[in-house]
């Protein structure tokens, strides 16, 4: 007995290339920073390349780069993120900060986008005999179809959720670094590369 197995290879490869990816928590907190900047008693110590998997795609896609910050203020004066230290690029340009909300709706995996292999829901597996006659056919394509649909949309919600949750959490703009104070958070930025970073006090 024969079964084809053209159909089963290409939904291996489908699922294999299309699934959709989980989202591991970035920590700000735990992070090894490299790349540092220190002005008027203040530190600076960010990084870049923080996302994998379909949220990187993404980052490249649009055109935005999540970073992580850390802030210490050694200064004798409490300071507010995005009016007393402002971020800049090492030439002096402010950076325009983006909303932590829009990063989040930006970056985000579609679970909609996995209804597509709904259309797999009319395969079926057919099996021949030794004379090459066909003996029966399985409607596999019932079961893999909405589960393969239903499961990715269920995994991407989750990872989208554990990001939002993330970005929320960390969310520096507008926030008082106090003196003597360490302060973490995650921004997006409008950049296609990985430009040097300064603080700017005023």
């Not at 699922?15 to 735990?30: D, F, H, Q, R, V």
């Amino acid at each position: 007995m024969k079964t084809f197995k053209i159909p089963l290879l290409l939904l291996a490869t489908l699922t294999l290339t299309n699934c959709a990816s989980g989202y591991k928590m970035i920590e700000p907190k735990s992070i090894n920073y490299i790349s540092t900047y220190e002005t008027a008693n203040v530190k600076l110590e960010y990084k870049y390349d923080l996302l994998d998997k379909k949220y990187s795609k993404k980052e490249l896609k649009k055109g935005v780069k999540l970073l992580a910050l850390k802030i210490t203020n050694n200064s004798d004066s409490d300071l507010m993120f995005g009016r007393d230290a402002k971020l800049t690029y090492a030439d002096g340009t402010e950076i325009f900060i983006l909303d932590n909300d829009k990063v989040f709706k930006t970056l985000k995996q579609s679970p909609a986008s996995y209804l597509w292999y709904l259309l797999l829901t009319p395969v079926n597996l057919y099996t021949t005999g030794s004379d090459g006659q066909q003996t029966s056919s399985t409607p596999i394509g019932l079961v893999l179809g909405p589960g393969l649909a239903g499961g990715n949309m269920i995994a991407a919600g989750s990872a989208n959720k554990r990001f939002k949750t993330e970005m929320l959490a960390y969310d520096i703009k507008g926030t008082t670094i106090k003196k003597g104070e360490t302060v973490y958070g995650l921004i997006g930025i409008k950049t296609d590369s990985f430009e040097s970073l300064k603080l700017k006090i005023e």
